[in-house]
């Protein structure tokens, strides 16, 4: 399946699933997967924000994002 760019709830979904694998490697003590998805995310809602920035949702998302990427990198000695 292609990812519609003009479709936003889908992207928001996909960058969920994101958070969810990127946890759960975490949980599995897989940082650099880990890091990966949530560079992911943060590349993903850092688009969707500039496309959209009166969406609270989206820079709530990416502020999120980029809290636990930070947590992350730190906890792998980034």
Do not use: C, H
Not at 56 to 69: F, I
């Amino acid at each position: 399946m292609k990812l519609d760019p003009a479709n936003t709830e889908f992207r928001r979904d996909v960058f969920i699933s994101y958070a969810k694998l990127g946890l759960l490697a975490e949980q599995r003590g897989d940082l650099p997967e880990a890091i990966r998805r949530f560079e992911q995310m943060v590349a993903m809602m850092t688009e969707l924000s500039q496309k959209d920035p009166a969406n609270a949702q989206w820079r709530q998302d990416l502020a999120d994002a980029k809290e636990v990427l930070a947590r992350l990198r730190a906890a792998a000695g980034r």
